[in-house]
């Protein structure tokens, strides 16, 4: 069974409007969203996996990894505390010597530890909106490596802090989760296009490829030209294939209706994330209804190849 397959049977999905009884939670404590959306989008710089989504179990939770194992992350609204619990399961095997010591020594106290006689630890984080200095601990956590699944990205948390600095005396906790989320979609994106842009022209060293290409008001992400056949190549980064692939698409669209626009022969979309079966097979239905050839590749997990979705 596939990660995919194993995550529908779960119920996760990465859009909560998919979640009924998430959304009514939140519709009756709203605010409670703008302290969720910066703790997902801060664990989501530092994800790797794809088992991630909103559940419906009593609130609006969202869980990483597996459930009861190494690397399974929950993300669960406390209003008895005026907060936000974020809890790790993690092997205790793994856990580093110095945490007991040094590092996050209260982390390690029994009113923060739970499953003591299992082979994991769960490890609570509790965070509030007017107290987030358990980001930092959470940080330091993440940079242990313990976690499967997650790999401290200094890049990504660099830009966050650079980001909120920006934004925060400018607009609310919505503005700077939305500001945040659109900087690292263009970093991702650009460096997508720099690795397929390398990985398709040692495949095909032969052919013309220019990025970023100019056409009337348009500008193009990718142009490649095989003899007198040119194919248009937009690239995108979201949460899911599904959102890629509804985001291209219009601009794919207008690539191929719109007047006098420079034609292209082959229309293809780039993605960063593995599409499901559903994706697939709306996929398919795309290329029977439209009238140029259409492709799709996604990054693979080597985060250097890409893989080609017939």
């Not at 009861?68 to 856990?95: E, H, Q, T």
């Not at 580093?96 to 590092?103: G, L, M, Q, V």
């Not at 630890?121 to 601990?137: G, M, P, W």
Request: with cysteine.
């Amino acid at each position: 069974m596939s990660t995919d397959e194993k995550n529908f049977k779960r119920g996760r999905t990465t859009e909560i409007e998919d979640k009924e009884q998430a959304m009514l939670w939140l519709s009756k404590k709203p605010n409670y969203k703008p302290l969720l959306d910066s703790i997902i989008d801060f664990l989501l710089l530092h994800y790797r996996g794809n088992n991630k989504g909103w559940v419906n179990d009593g609130n609006a939770k969202f869980k990483f990894g597996p459930n009861n194992k190494n690397g399974r992350v929950s993300i669960d609204p406390r209003p008895s505390k005026n907060g936000v619990n974020v809890r790790f399961g993690v092997d205790v095997l793994d856990i580093p010597d110095y945490f007991y010591s040094k590092a996050l020594p209260q982390l390690l106290q029994p009113e923060n530890c739970f499953n003591k006689n299992q082979s994991y630890y769960d490890i609570l984080f509790s965070l509030k909106e007017d107290n987030l200095q358990q980001f930092e601990a959470i940080k330091s956590f993440l940079k242990a490596g313990i976690c499967d699944g997650f790999i401290h990205d200094e890049e990504n948390h660099a830009l966050y802090n650079e980001i909120q600095s920006e934004v925060r005396n400018e607009g609310p906790a919505t503005y700077i989760r939305r500001a945040i989320s659109e900087k690292v979609c263009e970093r991702k994106e650009q460096f997508m296009e720099d690795n397929f842009v390398q990985w398709y022209k040692l495949k095909n060293p032969e052919l013309v490829i220019k990025r970023q290409y100019h056409d009337l008001n348009f500008k193009r992400d990718i142009v490649i030209t095989d003899g007198s056949k040119k194919i248009t190549a937009e690239l995108k980064y979201k949460r899911a294939a599904t959102e890629e692939i509804e985001a291209a698409i219009g601009q794919l669209l207008r690539y191929g209706y719109y007047p006098d626009v420079e034609a292209s022969d082959e229309f293809w979309i780039v993605g960063s994330k593995k599409p499901t079966n559903e994706d697939v097979a709306w996929f398919h239905k795309l290329k029977e209804n439209l009238w140029f050839k259409l492709k799709y590749y996604y990054l693979n997990e080597d985060q250097k190849s890409f893989i080609e979705v017939f």
